[in-house]
């Protein structure tokens, strides 16, 4: 059973339309829950570490929020350099991160 | 900003051979990490390394699997008899205290087994 999961798979936007890139995981033994942007060809940059239910992170047009088994990243006002995959990992005691399969966020002019 | 420096991007080699991925994470770091990431796949943790000894290593890391820290900067991941299916970018990471806030990555090797 995946412990970190994405959706959606992929996400086309008109610059300037909002939206909401969801991850859900698994609870037991969760440490940390991390967001991360990925450029093709490039390493994970980080993004966002949420630690309990109710957190929530900004910077720039993104924020993060975190519940009991969900994080959202939430885009506003989206540009086309906003564009990548936008992966989340959940950091678990005794395995280091396990990373979902990423959203493939594509912003349009 | 510092960064951690992988060589080379891009390394081409046959099947049974032996590979050595560079890494050169940010001075003051003291844990160390390597991942792959198989094209179109998620990105999957291998080792991590703390202290001049593996700290966690994953199930992918098996025997054919090797890294060091043979100097001060350095850090290293070696793949002894390379397989078709170890084809993938691999990424080396850093941080400064292991709690993993401020973990950098590397931009990656591309390792191609032909």
């Known amino acids: 059973e995946d412990q970190v999961t994405q959706s959606p798979e992929a996400l086309r936007l008109q610059e300037g339309e909002s939206s909401s890139l969801n991850c859900s995981y698994t609870v037991s033994g969760l440490r940390g829950l991390f967001w991360y942007r990925q450029d093709p060809g490039k390493g994970p940059e980080f993004l966002f570490t949420l630690y309990s239910a109710g957190e929530e992170k900004e910077k720039e047009r993104l924020k993060a929020t975190l519940t009991k088994k969900e994080s959202f990243l939430h885009i506003t006002a989206p540009k086309p350099e906003d564009s990548a995959t936008y992966l989340c990992?959940?950091?678990?005691?005794?395995?280091?991160?396990?990373f979902g399969p990423g959203t493939r966020l594509s912003v349009l002019p | 900003e510092p960064e951690v420096t992988q060589t080379p991007s891009h390394q081409v080699t046959q099947m049974g051979q032996e590979v050595i991925l560079r890494c050169v994470p940010i001075s003051n770091h003291l844990y160390f990490y390597w991942y792959r990431q198989i094209l179109g796949q998620k990105v999957e943790f291998l080792v991590s390394f703390y202290n001049n000894e593996i700290s966690e290593k994953s199930e992918i890391f098996d025997d054919q699997f090797s890294v060091e820290r043979p100097d001060g900067s350095n850090f290293t991941l070696k793949i002894r008899s390379t397989k078709l299916e170890d084809s993938a970018m691999y990424f080396c990471?850093?941080?400064?205290?292991?709690?993993?806030?401020?973990?950098?990555f590397g931009s990656g090797t591309r390792l191609t087994v032909v």
């Open positions: 990992a959940a950091y678990y005691y005794g395995q280091n991160f396990v």
């Open positions: 990471a850093s941080s400064r205290d292991g709690d993993n806030y401020g973990y950098t």
